[in-house]
């Protein structure tokens, strides 16, 4: 199996490490908190790197390395990889608003840079990837994606507005699952929390088959009944969306410019 690395185990990093664990041969770490990197090597077939030098062994010998820290600290993780990696790797960063020319500042010139923008859905291989590339990748760099669900290559002008809807979509999703389930829970129905995610899942199926959500909303709701009564008093959401959506593209754009490309 291919061998990668990833830098950083919170929860994106450990939902790439299930999605990619029967595919790749995974080493990790973790600066600054090996406590957690053993709490995910105790439930993954990863080798966790607990010190320099098995984090620059590890560099030296992967295909890719996952740059999947918090964005703030994506230029140490950058300072301490570049020296260690082969002309080769591929550095694929999914912290976002680190834009391709802040990792390129780091690390050699002429090294592969991939920017992605996975969401945690990836851990069941059902998740949603947008990427972009500096030049070339090797075909590994799609075939790594495409492992972890649907995948898709942006230009990376957009990778602000994919961030908004598919990286952060999932907590939109969970959001509205959790208020349904309060509901019904005030209600008095019994396992609401079954009740609801069966519900979201068939929904979501039906358009995966390719139906249009409009048109499906449409058959359901009967003129005057009761989900016509609901959808009326939810009239106001698309507008809350697209104020939510702007919200997370304006953050992204302000942790870009915090970032910087400046080592």
């Not at 834009?99 to 002429?110: E, F, L, Q, T």
């Not at 990427?131 to 075909?139: F, G, Y």
Request: charged residues 15%.
């Amino acid at each position: 199996m291919i061998p990668i690395t990833i830098v950083g185990v919170g929860a994106m990093g450990e939902a790439l490490i299930h999605g990619l664990k029967h595919h790749y041969t995974i080493s990790a770490y973790n600066a600054g908190d090996n406590a957690r990197l053993r709490a995910v090597a105790s439930k993954t077939p990863i080798t966790p790197c607990m010190d320099d030098a098995s984090r620059i062994h590890a560099l030296g010998v992967c295909a890719a390395v996952i740059v999947a820290c918090k964005p703030h600290h994506v230029p140490e993780a950058l300072r301490f990889l570049a020296p260690h990696i082969r002309p080769h790797t591929v550095v694929i960063s999914v912290a976002a608003g680190v834009s391709i020319a802040s990792i390129a500042s780091y690390v050699p010139d002429g090294q592969p840079i991939v920017r992605a923008m996975p969401n945690t859905s990836c851990a069941l291989r059902k998740g949603v990837t947008a990427w972009c590339a500096r030049a070339h990748v090797p075909p590994m760099v799609r075939t790594l994606f495409d492992t972890l669900g649907f995948a898709i290559e942006v230009q990376e002008t957009h990778m602000h507005a994919v961030t908004a809807i598919s990286g952060s979509g999932p907590a939109y999703v969970y959001a509205m699952m959790e208020a349904l389930i309060a509901a019904a829970e005030r209600l008095g129905i019994p396992d609401a929390h079954a009740l609801v995610a069966h519900t979201a899942a068939g929904a979501a199926q039906r358009v995966l088959e390719g139906a249009q959500p409009k048109h499906l909303r449409t058959a359901v709701t009967s003129p005057n009944g009761t989900t016509a009564a609901a959808l009326a008093v939810l009239a106001p959401l698309g507008g809350l969306i697209d104020r939510a959506v702007d919200a997370a593209i304006a953050r992204g754009q302000e942790m870009e410019a915090e970032i910087g490309g400046t080592p």
